[in-house]
Nanobody, 122 residues
Framework: EVQLVESGGGLVQAGASLRLSCAFS????????IGWFRQAPGSEREEVSC????????YYAEYVKGRFTISSDNAKNTVYLQMNSLKPEDTAVYYC???????????????WGQGTQVTVSS
């Protein structure tokens, strides 16, 4: 059974940094992607960033490029999202998820964690 557990969210001021962690287990697929997504109140879930297990290729949404960095530690079965220069519009619940098709958009992802709240005050 695939399990994902996010941690690292919190309340910070604009301009601050946070690092989210996604600890995963039970993945038996040869190739997959792990992505970070977010959902603000009243908004649809949107992609933030993802990383491919096969070659480490990364993707970033335009609204986080240059500020967020995704990385993986295979020894710890953990994917991180380093978030710098946070803005109030980054406020959302952040989820990590697994795609068996190396996808980018939320509907291409098959397994989801419970999410962690990130709140950025102005």
């Amino acid at each position: 059974e695939v399990q994902l557990v996010e941690s690292g969210g919190g309340l910070v001021q604009a301009g601050a940094s946070l690092r989210l962690s996604c600890a995963f287990s039970g993945i038996t697929f040869d190739d997959y992607a792990i992505g970070w997504f977010r959902q603000a109140p009243g908004s649809e879930r949107e992609e933030v960033s993802c990383i491919s297990s096969s070659d480490g290729t990364t993707y970033y949404a335009e609204y986080v490029k240059g500020r967020f960095t995704i990385s993986s530690d295979n020894a710890k079965n953990t994917v991180y999202l380093q978030m710098n220069s946070l803005k109030p519009e980054d406020t959302a619940v952040y989820y990590c998820a697994v795609s068996v098709t190396d996808g980018v958009t939320p509907d291409e992802y098959d397994y989801w964690g419970q999410g962690t709240q990130v709140t950025v005050s102005s």
